[in-house]
C-alpha cells in the first residue's frame, strides 16, 4: 500500500469517527447573560433610544446653524456671488 | 434532534402562535418546491428562535444551542482533538453567533450559517497555534505503524488522530481546505461558502495543498527507509 492511498483509507475510517458530546448551553447562555445589554430588549433600553432621537434632531439644527451664520456674517454673499457671475 | 419537532424546552413562558406557525411551514415548503431549490431552507422553528433571540429571549437561544451543538461538536473535533480546547471552541462559536445574530438573513438552514463561523473560529485557532509553535511534531514511527495493521480495521478514533495529526505539518491555509475537502467531504462550492473564499481560489488552494501533502508523505517515506 502505498502512502496516498494508505492515507486515504485512514480519512476514509476517519469521517465515521464519532465527536465527543459537549453541553455548553448553560456556560454560553452565562457569558451572555455576563455581558450587561445582552438579552435585554431594545425597547428596554430608552437612553439608547433617546440618544438617537437627539442624534437625528441635532444634525438639521447644525446644518441650519451653519446656514443662520453664514447668512450673518456675510449678508451680501449670495448677491455678490451672483454678481460676480454675471461680469464673467 | 429533529429541528421540526421543534421541542418546548420548559423556558420562560412565551406565547406560541399556534396558526402563523403551521402556515409558515406549509409556505416555506411550497417556496422551496417552487423555487426548485435542493437546499433546505431554515427550520421554521430555528427562525421562531433566532428571532426571540434577538428580542432578547435567553431561553430561545438555549434552544437553539442544544438543537445545534452536536453540529458544531462535529466540527470543532476536526480542529482540535483536545477535550477541553475542543469544548472551548464549541462555546466560542455560539458566543460569536449571538453576538452577529442579527447578520442571519434567513436564507439559508442555520446550521450552514453556524457551520461558516465554526469554520473561521477553527482556522483562527490553528493560525494562533502556529504562532505560537504550539504544535506537536508527527513521529514517524505513528506513520510507520499503520501497515502492520489494515487500515479497514482500525479504530476510527486512532486514524482521525493520525490524520489530525499528520495534517498539523500542513500550514493552517492547507490543513484547513484539506481537511473540508476530504474529513468533511465538502465539494468546491461548499468549501468556498464554508471559508469565505471564491471557489477559484478554493480549487487553487487544494491542489497546492494536496502538492505539500503529498511532498509531506514522500518525506515521511523516505525518511522512515533511512
Known amino acids: ?88 | 434532534m429533529d429541528p421540526a419537532t421543534c421541542p418546548d424546552w420548559g423556558g420562560r413562558l412565551r406565547t406560541r402562535r399556534p396558526l402563523t406557525e403551521p402556515v409558515r411551514r406549509v409556505t416555506g415548503l411550497l417556496w422551496s418546491l417552487a423555487i426548485g431549490t435542493k437546499q433546505p431552507i431554515a427550520a421554521a422553528c430555528d427562525i421562531d428562535d433566532v428571532q426571540q433571540s434577538w428580542q432578547g429571549d435567553s431561553d430561545a437561544y438555549r434552544r437553539l444551542i442544544e438543537r445545534h451543538q452536536e453540529h458544531v461538536s462535529k466540527i470543532m473535533w476536526r480542529f482540535s482533538r483536545n477535550i477541553q480546547t475542543h469544548e472551548e471552541l464549541v462555546q466560542d462559536v455560539f458566543v460569536e453567533a449571538y453576538m452577529g445574530l442579527r447578520s442571519y438573513r434567513q436564507k439559508a438552514p442555520f446550521e450552514h450559517w453556524l457551520a461558516r463561523i465554526a469554520t473561521r473560529i477553527g482556522y483562527r485557532y490553528w493560525k494562533a497555534q502556529e504562532r505560537r509553535r504550539d504544535t506537536e511534531a508527527f513521529t514517524l514511527e505513528e506513520w510507520d505503524l499503520i501497515p502492520d495493521e489494515p487500515v479497514e480495521e482500525m479504530d476510527p478514533s486512532r486514524a482521525a488522530a493520525l490524520v489530525h495529526r499528520l495534517l498539523e505539518k500542513l500550514r493552517p491555509r492547507d490543513r484547513l481546505v484539506l481537511t473540508l475537502r476530504y474529513l468533511e467531504g465538502c465539494d468546491v462550492a461548499q468549501t468556498a461558502q464554508r471559508t469565505g473564499w471564491t471557489k477559484s481560489m478554493v480549487k487553487v488552494q487544494a491542489l497546492r495543498a494536496r502538492k505539500r501533502l503529498e511532498d509531506l508523505l514522500t518525506q515521511t517515506a523516505e525518511e522512515a527507509e533511512e
Open chain 1, 1 to 88: 500500500m502505498n502512502n496516498k492511498s494508505k492515507f486515504e483509507a485512514l480519512i476514509a475510517r476517519a469521517r465515521s469517527e464519532q465527536a465527543p458530546s459537549v453541553d455548553v448551553a448553560g456556560r454560553v447562555i452565562d457569558i451572555l447573560t455576563a455581558e450587561q445589554t445582552l438579552f435585554e430588549p431594545v425597547c428596554d433600553r430608552p437612553l439608547i433610544w433617546l440618544a438617537a432621537f437627539s442624534s437625528a434632531v441635532a444634525v438639521p439644527v447644525v446644518v441650519a446653524a451653519i446656514i443662520v451664520y453664514q447668512a450673518w456674517v456675510y449678508p451680501l454673499y449670495e448677491l455678490s456671488q451672483a454678481v460676480s457671475w454675471v461680469i464673467q
